[in-house]
């Protein structure tokens, strides 16, 4: 079975840290995917990368960076965490092929105080 | 980008089949149909994906119209383990250029009950 993990499953932070998220995938796909969750809101994309050192911003990229030196591992940085960031982070991976379909990590619920 | 309509909210009883609708009125040539779930606190899992007609798997069908602007996707006999999140995207994937295809939306939450 394919196997997202992503690193932290709860994490506190506080307003002004910087913040490293990280997920890692087994399955050698070439797309990875950072999203946020939040009520009522949906899933909403931050990120995405569809090769190593590659990045394209998704829907709301402000405040977030990204990282991505193997293939196998895909980081969201918050420069500066702030309180607005407080979400849960999801992160996804995929082939790169014709509507391939996405397998999703458990989640990092980050409450920035 | 296609966008995709859901119902926020659905309820229904176990044993019954329960049929959600996404509209999708600007849906493109090549773009595909795919649903998603989610349970609490874990990340959504793909359940079917179609192009056109009917698609079946184990856990759902897939029903496309000819004009392909909405789609339904069927649960047959749910139980109390259904309630879940339910997504609909709508694209032409992602091979290394664009994000049509990757935007979740806010889905459907179902909820069964006894």
């Known amino acids: 079975d394919v196997k997202v993990t992503q690193s932290s499953r709860y994490l506190v932070k506080r307003t002004g840290e910087k913040v490293f998220l990280e997920c890692v995938q087994d399955?050698?796909?070439?797309?990875m995917f950072w999203y946020r969750q939040d009520p009522g809101l949906g899933l909403r994309l931050i990120y995405f990368?569809?090769?190593?050192?590659?990045?394209e911003k998704g829907d709301i990229p402000e405040g977030y960076s990204v990282s991505r030196e193997k293939k196998e591992r895909f980081s969201l940085i918050l420069e500066s965490a702030s309180t607005n960031q407080t979400s849960m982070y999801l992160c996804?991976?995929?082939?790169?092929?014709?509507?391939?379909?996405?397998?999703f990590g458990s989640g990092t619920q980050l409450s920035v105080l | 980008l296609a966008k995709t309509t859901q119902p926020i909210s659905m309820d229904s009883y176990e044993g019954q089949e329960v049929n959600i609708t996404c509209s999708h009125n600007?849906?493109?040539?090549?773009?595909?149909i795919t649903w998603y779930q989610q349970f609490p606190s874990q990340g959504p899992r793909f359940i079917i994906q179609?192009?056109?007609t009917k698609v079946t798997n184990e856990v759902a069908s897939l029903f496309i119209p000819a004009d392909r602007k909405s789609s339904t996707l069927s649960l047959p006999r749910v139980s109390l383990s259904d309630t879940a999140v339910y997504y609909c995207?709508?694209?032409?994937?992602?091979?290394?250029?664009?994000?049509?295809?990757?935007?979740f939306g806010k889905g459907t939450h179902l909820i069964i009950q006894p």
């Open positions: 996804a991976s995929g082939r790169q092929e014709h509507n391939e379909k996405l397998f």
């Open positions: 399955m050698d796909h070439e797309n």
């Open positions: 990368s569809y090769d190593v050192k590659m990045k």
């Open positions: 600007n849906i493109a040539t090549n773009d595909y």
């Open positions: 179609g192009y056109k």
């Open positions: 995207l709508v694209g032409d994937s992602f091979s290394g250029g664009g994000a049509d295809g990757l935007t």
